[in-house]
C-alpha cells in the first residue's frame, strides 16, 4: 500500500475503481459537492494530498502549490483548467486520458445533430400532453456538416455523418488532408467552412487562440438558418453573441453539452429556450468511457506516486522535478 493520501472529484469514479483505489493508498477523499470544485472548495479538500484525480475542477496555481501534491490525474482529456506553468513551477506532475471518451463523445455529437435536424423532444413532450402533432424536419443526411477541429472526436463524428450520407468539411491546421479524406471529410478553409455549413459542430480545445472563437463576426458568417452543435468546451463560445444570433433569426437552434458555468443558474439565457438543446455535460458519461478514463487516470495516479514514470503526462515527472 503506497502511504498516501489521494483527493478523488468526478462525480462518476465507479464504485470498483473506488475500492481498488482504497486498497492502493492509505487515504481516499470524495468531491462531496457532486459537481465540479471551483478553486477554493478545492484548496479546502486538498489539504495533506499527495494526488488529485481532477474532473472539471478549477485546478489553479494555489491548488497546485498544496505542501506535498505530487501529481493531478486528470480524469479526461482537456487540460485547460489545470495551469500547467504553475504545475511546472511546483513539481506536480500533470496527465490525461486522450482519447478514452471519444466514441462516446462523437455519439453525443450525432445524437444532438439529429434531435436539431428532427423535433423528437418536442414530439414527446406533445404526446405527452394529449397531442398529435405533424412536425416536419431536416434529414442530416442531406446537410453539409462543418466540423472546426478534426481531432479523436472530430475524425469519429465526420465518420458517423459522413455514413448518413452528408457533405462533411472539416477545418484543422493540424490535420492534412490525406488523413481527413480517410475519415471522410474534406479539408476547407474557415471561411469556406462557416459560409457553406448547414451545421457547425465545434472540436476544438480551449486555448488563447480558440476561447471565445463563435463569436459575433463567426455566427454572422455562419449561412442563414444554421445549426451549431458544442461538446467540446463552453469557453468556445461567446454566449451573449449566440442569444442574439438565435433571438434575430440568424440561427435555427444550437445544442450544447457544455456552458462557460457548469451548473447554470435558473436565469440562464440559453437553458430555458425552445430552439437550444442543453444536456448536462455529459459526453463522455457511458459505462464504456467511465470506465476507460478511470482506468487511464488511476494507473497514471498510482503510477507517479509509486516513483514510475505515467502513460499520458502533460506535464512529465522530469519536468516537474525540474520545478522544484
Excluded: K
Amino acid at each position: 500500500m503506497i502511504d498516501a493520501r489521494v483527493l478523488v472529484t468526478p462525480r462518476s469514479y465507479g464504485a470498483e475503481l473506488r475500492a481498488e483505489l482504497e486498497r492502493q493508498v492509505r487515504e481516499v477523499r470524495y468531491n462531496d459537492l457532486g459537481r465540479p470544485l471551483r478553486a477554493a472548495e478545492l484548496r479546502e479538500r486538498i489539504e495533506g494530498c499527495a494526488g488529485l484525480l481532477a474532473g472539471l475542477d478549477e485546478v489553479d496555481a494555489g491548488v497546485l502549490a498544496t505542501p506535498g501534491l505530487r501529481v493531478v490525474a486528470r480524469y479526461g482529456a482537456g487540460v485547460d483548467r489545470v495551469d500547467l506553468a504553475a504545475a511546472e513551477r511546483h513539481g506536480v506532475v500533470v496527465t490525461n486520458t486522450p482519447g478514452a471518451n471519444a466514441a462516446a463523445v462523437a455519439e453525443l455529437t450525432l445524437a444532438l445533430m439529429l434531435l436539431l435536424c428532427r423535433p423528437v423532444l418536442a414530439s414527446v413532450a406533445a404526446v405527452r400532453a394529449g397531442r398529435w402533432p405533424a412536425l416536419p424536419g431536416r434529414e442530416l443526411g442531406a446537410r453539409t456538416v462543418g466540423l472546426l477541429g478534426l481531432g479523436r472526436v472530430g475524425s469519429l463524428v465526420a465518420e458517423r455523418v459522413a455514413a448518413l450520407g452528408a457533405t462533411v468539411l472539416a477545418c484543422d491546421p493540424a490535420v492534412g488532408a490525406q488523413a481527413a479524406a480517410r475519415h471522410g471529410a474534406r479539408l476547407v478553409a474557415r471561411d469556406e467552412l462557416l459560409a457553406r455549413a448547414d451545421l457547425l459542430s465545434l472540436h476544438l480545445p480551449v486555448t488563447a487562440e480558440t476561447r471565445g472563437i463563435v463569436d459575433e463576426d463567426l455566427l454572422g458568417r455562419l449561412r442563414p438558418g444554421a445549426l451549431l452543435v458544442n461538446t467540446a468546451r463552453g469557453e468556445l463560445v461567446d454566449e451573449d453573441a449566440l442569444v442574439r444570433a438565435l433571438d434575430d433569426g440568424r440561427l435555427a437552434g444550437a445544442a450544447l453539452d457544455t456552458l462557460q458555468e457548469e451548473p447554470p443558474g435558473p436565469d440562464h439565457p440559453l437553458a430555458g429556450r425552445d430552439d437550444v438543446i442543453v444536456t448536462s455535460h455529459l459526453g463522455g458519461q457511458t459505462a464504456e468511457a467511465t470506465a476507460a478514463m478511470g482506468r487511464a487516470a488511476t494507473g497514471d495516479l498510482l503510477a507517479v506516486l509509486r516513483g514510475r514514470p505515467p502513460r499520458h503526462p502533460v506535464v512529465a515527472p522530469a519536468t516537474a522535478e525540474a520545478g522544484r
